[in-house]
C-alpha cells in the first residue's frame, strides 16, 4: 500500500502512464505502477521467510528480467517481437537451468492401469509454449478493470487451499505473499475509486503470468502433486480459453495474432454496454466455475478423461461466441 501511494505519482511525473485511446475507456492517464509495487514488495518480504530459497532462484531471477522488460515496455512500448522474445528466454532458462517440464497429461485416454499419457521429448517445447502461453493469456485480460487482479486471486487462491491437501507448504508461502500483494493492487484499481486507479501494467501481468504457470507446473510435478495435471487449465481456464479464442479469430481474420483489438471477453461485455461492475462480476463468476472444476476434479480425484475431453467443445463454444460477436461488429460497421 505504501508502495502504490509512493510511487502512483512519481508515474505520472515521469510518463509512466496508461494514455486513453480508441480502446480504452478510462478517461484520463492511469500511473502504470502495480507491477513494481508488487513486485517489490515480494522482493523484500521473500527474504524474511522461514526457509531456504534455493529451490525459487530460478523463478526470481525470471520474475526479475519480466520486471525490467515490462517496465521498459509501460514507459516507451517495446515491440511484441521483443517482449516474446524475452518471454520465450525466460521459459528456456527455467526449462533447461531449474528442470521446469511437463512430463505428463494425465490418464486421458481411461486406460485404467495406473500410466499417465507421457510427454516423452514434447514435454520440454510444450514446456516452453505452456510458460509464454500462460504470460500472455494473463497480460491480455488485463484489459478492463480489476479483471487481470480477480483472475489471479481466485486461480492463486485455489493453489493455495490445495496446498493445505499435500506438502507444499512453501508454494504456499510464496503464493500466499503474491495473493496478498494482488489484493491490496485490486482493492487500489476496483474498491477505492477511479482517482485511486493504478494498473499493472506489463510489468504487473507478466509477473503474475509466470508465477501462474511455474505453480500450475510444479504443484502438478511434485512428488506429491497437490494438483491433477489434468486439472491445471481449469484452475486458469478462462484466460487461457480467451486468449485461444481470439488468437484463432485472429488467424481467420488475417490478422497478426499479437495485434492488439476489443475481441476479449471483456470487450464483448463492454460493447453490450454491461457496467464496469457487472463486466468484472461476470468474468469473476465464469472463472469461478472454472476453478471449481479444477479443485473439486483434484480433491475427489475424478477421473483424468473426465475432466480433459470436455475442455475442447467449451473452447468451440466459445469460438463460435466470440465470432458471431465479430461478424455482428462489423455487420454494424458496413
Known sequence: MVLMYQLAPIGKKIDLVDTPDSRKRHKNPVPLVGGISISVAIFLSVMLVPFGLTTFRYLFFSLGVLVVIGV???HQDVSARTKIVMQFAVALILV???GLVVTNIGDVFSWDDGNSQGLS???QPLTILAIVGVINALNMSDGHDGTASAVFLLTVGSLILLCSFSESWKYQYILALFFLSVAVHFCFNFVFGKKHQIFLGDAGSMVL???VVYALINLSE????????VCAPWIFGLPLLDMFAV???RLIQKKSPFLADRQHIHHVL???NYSRTKVLLIIVFIHTLFCTVGVVGTLFNVPDWVLFWPIFPIFVAYFLLLYRHANGVKNRIA
Not at 511434485?222 to 495435471?229: I, N, Y
Open 247 to 249: 488468437i484463432s479469430l
Open 72 to 74: 521498459l515496455d509501460d
Open 96 to 98: 533447461l537451468g531449474d
Open 121 to 123: 521429448w514434447i514435454g
Open 222 to 229: 511434485g512428488e506429491v502433486p497437490a494438483l491433477k495435471t
Open 209 to 211: 503470468g509466470l508465477v
Open 270 to 272: 463492454m460493447d453490450r
